[in-house]
């Protein structure tokens, strides 16, 4: 079992960037694709985005894209989201997870663990 701890959430106006971290401990990450969820209030949780082992394969929720940068640095067991141009429908608890192989995917099934999440709130 590996443990995930997300960081660099907060309040930010709209067009503002956040970076959110993801530090993995337990057990090595770097041989499995990790993701990033995100659950607004009401809301179901949705993928943003993740990537791959090895070949450092990103997927993004149509959404993000353009807009939102997945990164890992294994060497670090971290994990990094780059959201920039942000808008107040970015507002939500971001997860970080880890798959439970190296694909990357956007299904929830697919990840084996989670993080507790950081809030990111956009105003307008």
């Known amino acids: 079992q590996v443990q995930l701890v997300e960081s660099g959430g907060g309040l930010v106006q709209a067009g503002g960037s956040l970076r959110l971290s993801c530090a993995a401990s337990?057990?090595?990450?770097?041989?499995?694709?990790m993701g990033w969820f995100r659950q607004a209030p009401g809301k179901e949780r949705e993928f943003v985005a993740s990537?791959?082992?090895?070949?450092?394969?990103?997927y993004y929720t149509d959404s993000v894209r353009g807009r939102f940068t997945i990164s890992r640095d294994n060497a670090k067991n971290t994990v990094y989201l780059q959201m920039n141009s942000l808008k107040p429908e970015d507002t939500a608890v971001y997860y970080c997870?880890?798959?439970?192989?190296?694909?990357?995917?956007?299904?929830?099934?697919?990840?084996?663990?989670w993080g507790q999440g950081t809030q990111v709130t956009v105003s307008s």
């Open positions: 337990g057990r090595t990450v770097s041989s499995v694709a």
């Open positions: 990537i791959s082992w090895r070949t450092a394969v990103t």
């Open positions: 997870a880890a798959a439970s192989s190296f694909l990357a995917s956007a299904t929830p099934g697919n990840y084996n663990d």
